[in-house]
């Protein structure tokens, strides 16, 4: 038997605004038990990459695979069952409770009868809902408004809801940007903890440390293209992020223990 | 504040059976001499069907503004939407108006005008339904992607939609002035206010209720979707849900019922803004159950304001508009409700 098709595989893709190209000739393979790290300058396209492969923006080159099916013809049960999502941030246009937020997530795994489309939970889900507000710490806030939570709170929030959504591939755009050291190691343990149980996951930050600390491989984004997909101690010298980046690195060893004191 | 299941299922049957009452006993009251009065009033038939007809329209009426408030808010995010901000409600109104006014003079050389008053009951919700999405149609139209910018981006919807309310409005006092057969011509200052209508026939009066009530199961059919599709789109994408044929579903189906409460009331204003915001402060924002919660809160709004005006014209020489009670009564309740802090819109 052939090996199996890899999780998230885009080929050559090309996207632009408004006829000014903002992606050109993407091509990225994502197995199961990879954390790959998306680094690059501000407006090279990182985020825009990540709506293709979540399937909010459609190529205008090119085709993104899930498990070996094109992403257009999956229906969107199977895409909310394949793809979760960890935004930065969000704007809720009314307030929700935190737990009714996380239960959306699984709305894809909803079963297949008529009257399924009111949304009621079931046990297992109930379940789920649960253990991804415990593991994510939100247990005590599950009942508090949205809007009422601080930056952070709300990163964690939107980190719990795709852990519940339990799907082989996770997105996420800089999901610890308003974290405090010490929920950004939780969250990042959690996420390599995931991966190394057969997730695959497309992180996009700013944060080297991130890339060198969690990442499994890292890919420099410029000006639309991939310069450079390797492992991070191949990546993260100074050569590639000189670069990339135009400054130069100076590297001191300060890494962060996955330990809580 | 957040009620538990229990509490909303008893809160669901209390209000509904609350409507039912309120329409049962706003049956009993009549118009006399000096006010409103109790007057039994099935021994005389005809004025007994006059009225439980107008007591049906006014339930029919609110429970569909409310319910249209309630998918409008979710669809655009914003707690500022309504019929009335997306040019529904005045396209409407220009459909229905051109239809009773030059529909017999236009048509005369075709049918015979008795043809044309059999099939009125139907053609005017029909031209109400053809004017809603004309206007709205083009308030989306106008409000879609435009150099790279956001797709539909609220403050621009909303801004296209209150100009092309204000187009039908105008369009609406030319068709007025310009109509042939003077004598059916429009009191538009009560018209536009909103104001049950004189001669409401039982079958279009049916017509609407029966729309109403299917698309509203329809739309309940569905409800679940709601609450995903008022996430970012790039969220709701990856949650299941066909978000374009979820906002087009919302989209046709509180067009429908705001278009079908024009032939009835006019373009009455306000009620569909106000019953989601009093709905949310009751039961927090999960859709399914704003939308349960919809029509009795509406349907219970407009047939008190209704049952009021029209059992107290000897005080106002005549009939006030029910649009104008609304606003006035709700006008300050809304902002009362603003002030206090813990409700924030949404």
Same mark, same amino acid.
């Given at each position: ?74 229906? !969107? $049960?199977?895409?909310? &069952? /394949? +793809? %979760?999502?960890?935004? =930065? ?52 806030? !599950? $009942?508090?408004?949205? &809007? /009422? +939570? %601080?930056?952070?709170? =709300? ?107 | ?346």
């Amino acid at each position: 038997m052939a090996d199996p098709a890899p999780l998230l595989c885009a080929r050559d893709i090309g996207f632009g605004y408004d006829r000014q190209p903002v992606l050109a000739g993407i091509n990225l393979t994502v197995n199961a038990g990879e954390l790959v790290c998306i680094l690059g300058p501000n407006g090279c396209g990182k985020t825009t990459l990540l709506k293709i492969l979540l399937g909010a923006l459609q190529p205008q080159q090119g085709e993104v695979m899930v498990q070996g099916r094109p992403l257009t013809q999956l229906s !969107a $049960r199977v895409r909310g &069952q /394949t +793809l %979760s999502y960890v935004p =930065q941030d969000t704007d809720v246009a009314f307030t929700y409770p935190v737990h009714a937020l996380v239960a959306m997530a699984r709305w894809p795994w909803r079963p297949d009868t008529w009257w399924s489309d009111w949304g009621m939970l079931q046990t297992q889900d109930e379940a789920i809902i649960t253990e991804a507000l415990q593991q994510t710490h939100l247990d005590t806030l !599950a $009942r508090r408004s949205f &809007q /009422t +939570l %601080s930056g952070g709170e =709300q990163q964690r929030v939107l980190w719990a809801r795709a852990v519940a959504q339990t799907t082989p591939v996770m997105l996420l755009d800089e999901p610890v940007s308003n974290m405090d050291p010490k929920q950004q190691v939780h969250l990042l343990d959690g996420l390599q903890h995931w991966v190394r149980a057969g997730g695959a996951a497309c992180l996009v930050c700013h944060d080297l440390n991130i890339a060198a600390n969690w990442g499994t491989r890292v890919i420099f984004m410029q000006a639309g293209r991939i310069i450079l997909d390797a492992p991070p101690a191949v990546a993260l010298c100074e050569a590639p992020i000189a670069a990339t980046y135009g400054v130069k690195p100076t590297f001191s060893g300060i890494t962060f223990t996955t330990e809580e004191s | 504040m957040y009620l538990r299941k229990h509490h909303i299922f008893i809160l669901n049957v209390m209000t509904w059976l609350l409507w039912l009452t309120v329409m049962f006993c706003a049956s009993l009251i009549g118009p006399g001499t000096s006010g409103p009065t109790i007057s039994w009033s099935w021994d005389n038939p005809t004025i007994f069907d006059l009225r439980v007809t107008r007591i049906i329209a006014a339930g029919a009426v609110g429970a569909a503004l409310s319910s249209a408030g309630v998918l409008l808010q979710a669809l655009l995010r914003n707690p500022l939407a309504d019929a009335t901000v997306l040019g529904i409600a005045g396209g409407a109104a220009v459909g229905v108006t051109g239809f009773t006014l030059y529909g017999p003079a236009l048509l005369s050389s075709t049918i015979s005008l008795s043809v044309f008053y059999t099939w009125q009951p139907w053609g005017t919700p029909l031209f109400a339904l053809l004017g809603a999405f004309a206007a709205a149609g083009a308030v989306f139209w106008l409000t879609r992607q435009q150099r790279g910018g956001p797709a539909m981006d609220p403050l621009t919807l909303l801004l296209t939609g209150v100009i092309v309310n204000a187009c039908c409005a105008a369009l609406l006092v030319f068709m007025n002035a310009l109509a042939p057969d003077a004598n059916k011509r429009l009191e538009l200052s009560i018209y536009m206010m909103g104001h049950l209508q004189d001669g409401l026939t039982t079958q279009s009066v049916l017509i609407a209720t029966i729309a109403t009530g299917l698309v509203w199961l329809t739309m309940l059919r569905f409800a679940g979707a709601f609450n995903i599709a008022t996430l970012r789109s790039s969220e709701a994408t990856t949650l299941g849900i066909n978000l374009p044929g979820i906002r087009l579903l919302m989209f046709i189906g509180a067009t429908i019922l705001a278009a079908l409460t024009v032939p009835l009331a006019g373009p009455i204003a306000f009620v569909g803004l106000i019953c989601p915001h009093l709905l949310r402060l009751l039961l927090g924002s999960d859709q399914r159950q704003l939308l349960l919660l919809a029509p009795p809160m509406g349907g219970i709004l407009v047939v008190v304001a209704d049952s009021f005006v029209r059992t107290t014209g000897v005080w106002f020489n005549g009939d006030l508009p029910v649009g104008a009670l609304t606003a006035l009564l709700g006008g300050p309740f809304f902002l009362l409700l603003l002030r206090r802090g813990e409700y924030r819109h949404g």
